[in-house]
């Protein structure tokens, strides 16, 4: 293996499955499709499409985004029983590379729910990931709450899934319960300690309960997971899950410190990040990471001022990269004459400085009792100057 492949980092998308459990996140079979093309040309490589035994307008969705998929491994989620494993699979089945994940839920909490001692959900966890691998030939098993998990009951129930047949072992950290140091030394220490663990992927599945989604995600790469399961614009129930444009982005902008690399045309995130936000309904704050309306726009004056000398002192990455035509100057109380001069340069208006110090006065006035300056606005301040004239 050459050192790219080792560090090669494969992404997991999950907006049509984790992401559309957030509540009131519902999209339509179209939306579905839709986004799970995009996702297959932005080169995603792992798509779980949904939840096949939910509904039958998920087993529909899943069948159909299987059957359209390019180069995508198209992934369908089910519960550790037959009954799910098997219509899982009958949805994915027409995919050119299917994949089924199958789940429990390990630590003690979730073990209580179907009343199961370690010995009998081990032998649960045998059982069907044995089933879904003489099914489909990609299995990935997932022991769900893995981080609050006794570590010598989670080391079991990891090797009993490889020798089973899994081939890619999730450690999801379901509540957004972990913190990098913990998520890169469970990762670790899994790989060390498990027998078999050398064979498989790992892949990391974060929750951002606490905020640190990204973090944890790009923690347990530096711990040797080369999976990164994500949604775009953390889509994902209650606080979201690890965002997939963050996450791209840290590794392609801190490729220094995080040598890794993805299959993602990262120009075409903002685009993607706009149709999820419409057919989701759910809007992007505008100071979110990446794919906000604000994070690449400059109001005030000294900000502004670098921006126009040289983008670099503000900005830690090219709009270009992430699908933006370019920087948003925005043009408020806090913007000065240089900002000015520019802006109103790009509307066709080069002013001496005598005029454009007039202008600024009144664009001050203006600035101070509306939020924003639009480009009508300034016209407006520079004709009306004209007329007085
Ligand atoms: O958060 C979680 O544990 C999940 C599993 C089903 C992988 O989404
Ligand atoms: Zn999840």
Same mark, same amino acid.
């Given at each position: 293996?050459?050192?790219?492949?080792?560090?090669?980092?494969?992404?997991?998308?999950?907006?049509?499955?984790?992401?559309?459990?957030?509540?009131?996140?519902?999209?339509?079979?179209?939306?579905?499709?839709?986004?799970?093309?995009?996702?297959?040309?932005?080169?995603?490589?792992?798509?779980?499409?949904?939840?096949?035994?939910?509904?039958?307008?998920?087993?529909?969705?899943?069948?159909?985004? +299987?059957?359209?998929?390019?180069? $995508?491994?198209?992934? &369908?989620? *089910? =519960?550790?029983?037959?009954?799910? #494993?098997?219509?899982?699979?009958?949805?994915?089945?027409?995919?050119?590379?299917?994949?089924?994940?199958?789940?429990?839920?390990?630590?003690?909490?979730?073990?209580?729910?179907?009343?199961?001692?370690?010995?009998?959900?081990?032998?649960?966890?045998?059982?069907?990931?044995?089933?879904?691998?003489?099914?489909?030939?990609?299995?990935?098993?997932?022991?769900?709450?893995?981080?609050?998990?006794?570590?010598?009951?989670?080391?079991?129930?990891?090797?009993?899934?490889?020798?089973?047949?899994?081939?890619?072992?999730?450690?999801?950290?379901?509540?957004?319960?972990?913190?990098?140091?913990?998520?890169?030394?469970?990762?670790?220490?899994?790989?060390?300690?498990?027998?078999?663990?050398?064979?498989?992927?790992?892949?990391?599945?974060?929750?951002?309960?606490?905020?640190? +989604?990204?973090?944890?995600?790009? $923690?347990?790469?530096? &711990?040797? *997971? =080369?999976?990164?399961?994500?949604? #775009?614009?953390?889509?994902?129930?209650?606080?979201?899950?690890?965002?997939?444009?963050?996450?791209?982005?840290?590794?392609?902008?801190?490729?220094?410190?995080?040598?890794?690399?993805?299959?993602?045309?990262?120009?075409?995130?903002?685009?993607?990040?706009?149709?999820?936000?419409?057919?989701?309904?759910?809007?992007?704050?505008?100071?979110?990471?990446?794919?906000?309306?604000?994070?690449?726009?400059?109001?005030?004056?000294?900000?502004?001022?670098?921006?126009?000398?040289n983008a670099e002192t503000f900005e830690i990455m090219r709009p270009e990269d992430v699908g933006l035509s370019e920087t948003n100057i925005v043009m408020g109380k806090h913007s000065g004459r240089a900002a000015l001069r520019s802006k109103l340069k790009d509307l066709?208006?080069?002013?001496?400085?005598?005029?454009?110090?007039?202008?600024?006065?009144?664009?001050?006035?203006?600035?101070?009792?509306?939020?924003?300056?639009?480009?009508?606005?300034? #016209?407006?301040?520079?004709?009306?100057?004209?007329?007085?004239?």
């Amino acid at each position: 293996m050459t050192q790219s492949d080792k560090n090669r980092v494969v992404i997991f998308d999950t907006t049509l499955r984790d992401g559309e459990q957030s509540p009131g996140a519902t999209m339509t079979h179209e939306e579905k499709l839709e986004i799970a093309g995009l996702l297959d040309e932005m080169g995603v490589d792992i798509i779980e499409a949904g939840f096949p035994i939910a509904s039958e307008g998920d087993f529909n969705a899943v069948s159909e985004i +299987a059957k359209n998929a390019k180069d $995508a491994v198209i992934c &369908g989620l *089910a =519960r550790a029983n037959f009954k799910d #494993i098997d219509r899982c699979w009958e949805a994915v089945r027409h995919a050119t590379r299917p994949r089924i994940h199958t789940f429990i839920g390990t630590s003690p909490l979730h073990r209580a729910i179907p009343n199961l001692t370690q010995d009998e959900m081990a032998e649960r966890i045998h059982e069907t990931v044995t089933h879904a691998r003489n099914l489909c030939d990609n299995v990935q098993w997932s022991p769900m709450d893995a981080t609050r998990t006794e570590w010598e009951y989670l080391c079991r129930v990891v090797e009993i899934a490889i020798k089973a047949g899994a081939s890619t072992i999730n450690i999801p950290d379901t509540v957004g319960y972990t913190a990098p140091r913990e998520s890169a030394d469970l990762i670790r220490r899994l790989i060390e300690t498990v027998p078999g663990a050398d064979e498989v992927v790992f892949a990391t599945h974060c929750h951002n309960d606490l905020g640190m +989604a990204t973090a944890n995600a790009l $923690a347990a790469v530096d &711990g040797g *997971a =080369r999976q990164i399961e994500c949604t #775009i614009n953390g889509l994902g129930e209650r606080a979201g899950n690890t965002a997939l444009e963050e996450v791209v982005m840290a590794m392609k902008v801190r490729g220094d410190i995080m040598p890794y690399t993805t299959g993602i045309d990262t120009t075409k995130i903002m685009h993607l990040s706009r149709r999820v936000s419409t057919v989701s309904g759910f809007q992007v704050q505008p100071n979110k990471a990446i794919v906000g309306k604000n994070a690449f726009a400059h109001e005030s004056g000294i900000h502004q001022d670098g921006m126009l000398k040289n983008a670099e002192t503000f900005e830690i990455m090219r709009p270009e990269d992430v699908g933006l035509s370019e920087t948003n100057i925005v043009m408020g109380k806090h913007s000065g004459r240089a900002a000015l001069r520019s802006k109103l340069k790009d509307l066709g208006y080069e002013l001496a400085d005598n005029q454009l110090n007039d202008v600024f006065v009144r664009f001050k006035e203006l600035a101070d009792r509306k939020k924003e300056v639009y480009d009508d606005d300034l #016209i407006a301040l520079v004709t009306a100057g004209d007329d007085s004239e």
